[in-house]
């Protein structure tokens, strides 16, 4: 079989190719969604840790606890006891909302030396069982038509790849992969 020419890394839509002669690697850029809305979320809540820390504040010194062991019991200073966990709860899960938001990318490296398809590491099929490349179009609950590329494989499995709303990129990107792995791109 002779393997495709190398090619330069370039961009499809929100996709990196990366054309060798012995691999394909197409990989879904990151799409971090850390947006205004968010941002503006996060300084609300940070806000209300710190007003409940103020609250605490002076509730402590109107109902005199005088230790720190009572500063944060829920009987003497519930105040207190909110704004604790309040702020440990912020502390952990706004990292944890970050890593949700800038995930690892997905990646599928079609591997033309031992005709293998891999998506994230994992295996997907291989070359001689892949039966097609599908471009389907559908409707997205507003209506809007979106386009789902995805992978036909091994007698009626479908490996999704992705789903856009500009038809352009999904018939480029499903082009791409199919003329690596010589198969068909049905449009339906």
């Known amino acids: 079989m002779a393997l495709p020419e190398p090619m330069p890394a370039r961009t499809i839509g929100s996709f990196l190719i990366e054309r060798q002669p012995e ?3 197409v990989t879904l850029q990151h799409q971090g969604n850390f947006t205004w809305n968010a941002l503006g979320f996060f300084a609300f809540m940070a806000s209300s840790v710190l007003v409940l820390g103020l609250i605490a504040t002076l509730k402590s010194a109107q109902w005199n606890v005088v230790s720190s062991a009572d500063f ?3 009987q003497k200073n519930h105040f207190g006891f909110l704004w604790l966990v309040s702020t440990l709860g912020l502390l952990i899960g706004f990292p ?3 890593r949700h938001v800038y995930k690892a990318p997905i990646t599928f490296v079609f591997n033309a030396r031992n005709g293998t398809i891999f998506r994230n590491a994992e295996l ?6 892949v039966e097609g490349i599908r471009v389907q179009e559908r409707h997205d609950p507003a209506g809007r038509y ?3 590329l995805s992978l036909l494989h091994t007698d009626g499995h479908e490996q999704a790849i992705y789903e856009v ?3 352009r990129e999904a018939l480029t990107l499903a082009n791409e992969i199919a003329t690596y792995v010589k198969r068909p791109v049905t449009f339906k």
Do not use: G, K
């Open 72 to 74: 944060f019991a829920p």
């Open 96 to 98: 944890l909302y970050l």
């Open 165 to 167: 709303y500009e038809e």
């Open 146 to 148: 979106l386009y789902a």
């Open 124 to 129: 997907v099929t291989r070359f001689r069982r």
């Open 23 to 25: 691999q394909l690697t």
